[in-house]
């Protein structure tokens, strides 16, 4: 059964750091598509950062320069490091996998919450 666990969400002033983590089980981490996304209220999920099997990464626009997703193989885990965080990046951050041992069907996390103050 494959099982992602998000956490390193928490309030945080604009301008400051957060690392997420996504712990990944039941799948074979290197054959995945992985990905960050996010939600805010009253607003649909929108991808935040992706990581592809070949070893490329995708960002959205608005988060170009600020974040930076990665993996640590050894450790099944994903990462998305934020730097700069404004307001408008609150939101409920959730991780997701796709490929072979998700019989290609997206798989979430619970997500973990980001707070942003001004």
Known sequence: QVQLMESGGGLVQAGGSLRLSCAASGITFSLHAMGW????????RELVAAAYRGGSTNYADSVKGRFTISRDYAKNTLYLQMNSLKPEDTAHYYCNAYGPETKYLDVWGQGTLVTVSS
């Open 37 to 44: 996304y996010r939600q805010a209220p009253g607003k649909q």
